[in-house]
Nanobody, 125 residues
Framework: VQLQASGGGLVQAGGSLRLSCAASGRTFSSYAMGWFRQAPGKEREFVAAISRSGDRIYYKDSVKGRFTVSRDNAKNTVNLQINSLKPEDTAVYYC???????????????????WGQGTLVTVSS
């Protein structure tokens, strides 16, 4: 599967962005999807994950209540709505796909098989 993330940009603190990840190739609904982010000089960290059908969702604790992940299997897309942005949310955001996810969704980068190229989110204070 090929993944293409988009929707990043420069936004003021308190603003919102909607990131999208478009998938092509194998059946999108066969993949659990994840969002990660990587700030300059830091390791890539988990942000959110959603199961194949969307019935299970995980979030990083610090983004709960501000981030919402969703997917549309008919459109082969997964989205990340980010509200109340903070300067510490500044990072490159990546979408990722996992073909072998079980009941428990992976929350580490090594748990995902395919990655998009990333989209930069910059939050100014």
């Amino acid at each position: 599967v090929q993944l293409q993330a988009s929707g990043g940009g420069l936004v003021q603190a308190g603003g919102s962005l909607r990131l999208s990840c478009a998938a092509s190739g194998r059946t999108f609904s066969s993949y659990a999807m994840g969002w990660f982010r990587q700030a300059p000089g830091k390791e890539r960290e988990f942000v959110a994950a959603i199961s194949r059908s969307g019935d299970r969702i995980y979030y990083k604790d610090s983004v709960k209540g501000r981030f919402t992940v969703s997917r549309d299997n008919a459109k082969n897309t997964v989205n990340l709505q980010i509200n109340s942005l903070k300067p510490e949310d500044t990072a490159v955001y990546y979408c990722a796909a996992d073909y072998s996810a079980g009941v428990v969704l992976p929350t580490t980068p090594r748990g995902y098989d395919y990655w998009g190229q990333g989209t930069l989110v910059t939050v100014s204070s």
